[in-house]
């Protein structure tokens, strides 16, 4: 299926949850944020929440400084 990550198109496998598409996209590790469709992901619910096809995602890491 299609998503749109952060304003690009990205290929994603079918049924995949917030979660899966953190690991598919290579962030698992990274501290972020997730909105899906301008709803914020709660973290605790990545592995719930099931992306659709056209969804449009936004992920943002935190990076740390002063």
């Known amino acids: 299926?299609?998503?749109?990550?952060?304003?690009?198109?990205?290929e994603a496998p079918d049924n995949l949850t917030a979660a899966e598409l953190i690991r598919?996209?290579?962030?698992?590790n990274e501290r972020l944020a997730m909105e899906i469709n301008r709803q914020i992901a709660p973290r605790s619910r990545h592995d719930e929440?099931?992306?659709?096809?056209?969804?449009?995602?936004?992920?943002?890491?935190?990076?740390?400084?002063?």
């Open 49 to 66: 929440i099931v992306i659709q096809p056209n969804d449009k995602v936004e992920i943002v890491r935190a990076i740390g400084g002063g």
């Open 24 to 28: 598919h996209l290579g962030l698992e």
């Open 1 to 10: 299926m299609q998503i749109i990550v952060n304003g690009e198109a990205v």
